[in-house]
């Protein structure tokens, strides 16, 4: 299958401060990327899809003022949590889909902790 | 209804069994259709896609799906203790079937 990836793998801030993530397609390129989040024991959580050169489309009740996507190329994504939160603090998995298959790729995630 | 809907388990199997793992989904997800395996603390992986009537194996992996019956299953030959973890289910949506619907997962434990 296609890969995905992600940095950082996990990462510790303090409340206040932003954080961003890298979501990269390795060997394809991705039209469309996704941005979820996971908290213990819960399913994956939807939050915003964006397609290269396009705002993102968040999902109901995720602000984009705090979750800043941008996908600036076919093969790069990024998320920056701004002003984080300890609440902020989960699991955030990128996906990525592209070609004619049309299948959805997951990056390995992202723990944050923010203390 | 849920738009893809998984019985959330646990369903224990001894090693060697045949796990059946069930889906089903409402009108508004399209034709397209995935499983997921997730291990606990790591990401989702894609472990089959399945787009049209029928049956699709893969290895130890058979897909299934009835869309008349808006039923999607996955059987897993010979399980294995590896095999334990979640299992998602989902389907495409929305117009064009663009956004991916995910269930909530099965968690699947193999004894040894």
Redesign the interface.
Known sequence: ?AVVSQHPSWVICKSGTSVKIECRSLDFQAT?M?WYRQFPKQ??M?MA?SNEGSKATYEQGVEKDKFLINHASLTLSTLTVTSAHPEDSS?Y?C?A?GGT?????????TRLTVT | QKEVEQNSGPLSVPEGAIASLNCTYSDRVSQ?F?W?RQYS??????IM?IYSNGDKEDGRFTAQLNKASQYVSLLIRDSQPSDSATY?C?G?AGAG????I????TRLFVKA
């Open positions: 299958g469309t996704f399913s994956l939807l899809t699991f998995i996906s889909r298959g049309g299948e959805q790729y997951f990056g390995p995630g | 397209s995935f997921y603390g790591k990401s989702p992986e894609l896609s998602l989902a495409r079937g663009f956004k991916t995910f269930g909530a997962g």
